[in-house]
């Protein structure tokens, strides 16, 4: 494990132990907690992510740092389009929608993450020949905790 992916599993690990106290925040970029349903074993998985409002929605992007694999909880939220998501204190039902090039909203909800994560999307893509896809999450219904 390298010391980035260990700085991102302590980081999940606190903004999900302290219910959103700590972790809203990671190297200055808003972050989400993703709850998603795993495809195979049917387990709940949880990942932090970096996510942009657009609207009365929330945008998340596959990108896997630029691997040529795609993100597990990408393949789950695919199977089953319903997740979880926490932002700080907030917890909220979500439907997923994945958004990958070519389709219209895609050049410019990507636009939006890369801003919001400082270029880094940009850099992961030169990195992977797999287009990598945004996912749009609709809100549900929400509860504090």
Same mark, same amino acid.
């Given at each position: 494990m390298t010391l980035y992916q260990l700085v991102l599993r302590v980081h999940q690990s606190l903004y999900r132990l302290s219910r959103g106290w700590v972790g809203h925040r990671l190297l200055g970029v808003?972050? &989400? %907690?993703?709850? #998603?349903?795993?495809?195979?074993? $049917?387990? /709940?998985?949880? +990942?932090?992510?970096?996510?942009?409002?657009?609207?009365?929605?929330?945008?998340?992007?596959?990108?896997?740092?630029?691997?040529?694999?795609?993100?597990?909880? &990408? %393949?789950?939220? #695919?199977?089953?389009?319903?997740? $979880?998501? /926490?932002?700080? +204190?907030c917890r909220l039902s979500a439907t997923a929608q994945v958004v990958r090039p070519g389709t219209g909203a895609y050049s410019a909800l990507l636009a939006r993450c890369d801003a919001i994560n400082k270029g880094r999307y940009s850099r992961y893509q030169q990195l992977t020949r797999r287009p990598i896809p945004v996912v749009l999450l609709a809100r549900g219904r929400s509860e504090t905790r």
């Open positions: 808003p972050t &989400l %907690l993703l709850t #998603t349903t795993g495809r195979r074993t $049917g387990r /709940r998985r949880t +990942r932090a992510l970096i996510y942009a409002r657009v609207g009365d929605e929330l945008a998340v992007v596959g990108s896997n740092g630029g691997r040529d694999a795609a993100p597990a909880w &990408l %393949l789950n939220l #695919t199977a089953d389009p319903q997740v $979880g998501v /926490r932002i700080g +204190r």
